[in-house]
């Protein structure tokens, strides 16, 4: 049965192998933050530097140093220039299809705004410091000039030239604040490891195995701990055998559900032949007044008339040694015999 208890001692029982499997998916998600495919290398290596200028724009309508709802119209449409295949367009096909060509937002990263200016940014990304810079100088002078031809502007100008900038074009520079003499490419930064990627692969890794293990033990319904007896065959343990000691505190257990319920007979059976019951057989017939007969496996055919001749019976399971079928015929026998189980005793295994 799939329970959260059967989760938890699955858990228990595997949980070396679950951490170093939890180890090794946090290793592959570091791993993989420095794996890129082709076509995520060639764009890295395309992008590599960008380079930004800036175009000033004063309005026909409205005083330059006001910003209305039908300027703001007017100064995305500017932005849209920058993009437009005039500019944009006309410098990928001079400089190739690896430079892209941005209108970036300046922002106000206290606030979380977009700033409306009368400064149009124009960045270009490219793959060495050179194309980026040549690139974003032309681009922002053929911007200049096609806003002034097609949209109802007063005055466009070049206010910046193009400099190398940190980052992508996602967002426009502020020289005063970024330390833009300190540029790296796109390949050298994109090399941290991920968090996102550790997180993934870290959940998949360790929910993965512990999903599998429980599974395995689940299906495969070996017993292989004394938890597993209560929770599996619903019988109470008197006792886990673990060396020479445990014997008597076990058949000391049975004897007293023997005597409460005025019983006079003893079986101790194994569910096969691996669970060594003739063992305790033994230590019990020693240990009580009463007669013992062991019956090696419940799961062979003979048990049933074997188990017909006594009053109670201890099984004796040790860890793993019955298949689930074997379990089942052996359950089968005791439903058939109506003989009461007293109880359980555990062997783990290696003893």
Known sequence: MFNVGAVVESMRRHWIAIVVIFALALGAGAASSFLKTGSEAQEISDKAYTAEA????TLEAVDGSMISEASDRLISDARRTVISDKVAGEIRRTYGNEVSVYSPWWLDEEKNARYYSHYIFV??????QEIALAATNDAVKLAAEVMATTLPVKSVAVAEEAYLKQGDGSQAADRGVDALEEIESAAVTSSAISVKKLVIFGFVGLFGAIFVFACVDILSRRI?????????????????????????????AADVLLNRNNLNSLAVAGICQADGAAAMAAKAADYLDKPVTCIDALSEGSAVSNLAACEAVVLVISAGAASASQI????????????????????PKGK
């Open 54 to 57: 800036s175009v000033y724009v």
């Open 224 to 252: 292989r701990s004394a938890r597993d007896v209560e929770r599996m065959l619903d019988l109470p343990v008197l006792g886990v055998i673990k060396g020479e000691e445990d014997y008597a505190g076990a058949l000391a």
């Open 328 to 347: 089942d015929k052996a359950l089968c026998a005791l439903r058939i015999a109506d003989v009461p189980v007293a109880g359980a005793v555990f062997v």
């Open 123 to 128: 960045d270009v990304s490219a793959p060495t």
